[in-house]
């Protein structure tokens, strides 16, 4: 199985960028659909975007359409999700996900591994 490890995530003000990295570990990413959740405080964890495992699929919740972009590294073994024009609606722990299969599945409950976390702070 995978192990997911992300980094990247800080304080930042309204209107700049950060870049989290998913770090995977014990088999290679590209074998796994791999997707960004977050959840702020007394919310659900919601999907962000989540990649296809060729990269040639993408989907991304609405909220982040046009500011934040995922993308992966197969050599790698790392993913990412640029995120600009921050807003602090944007504020939230991001979480990464994979799975098996070929389905760019957009469920919390449809990931099988899952990473820490890392907090993304925006303030205004």
């Known amino acids: 199985q995978v192990q997911l490890v992300e980094s990247g995530g800080g304080l930042v003000q309204a209107g700049g960028s950060l870049r989290l990295s998913c770090a995977a570990s014990?088999?290679?990413?590209?074998?796994?659909?791999v997707g960004w959740f977050r959840q702020a405080p007394g919310k659900e964890r919601n999907i962000v975007a989540a990649m296809s495992r060729n990269a040639l699929g993408t989907y991304y919740a609405d909220s982040v359409k046009g500011r934040f972009t995922i993308s992966r590294d197969n050599a790698k073994n790392t993913v990412y999700l640029q995120m600009n024009s921050l807003r602090p609606e944007d504020t939230a722990v991001y979480y990464c996900?994979?799975?098996?299969?070929?389905?760019?599945?957009?469920?919390?409950?449809?990931?099988?591994?899952w990473g820490q976390g890392t907090q993304v702070t925006v303030s205004s």
């Open positions: 014990g088999r290679s990413i590209s074998s796994y659909v």
């Open positions: 996900a994979a799975r098996g299969g070929v389905y760019v599945a957009r469920g919390e409950d449809e990931y099988d591994y």
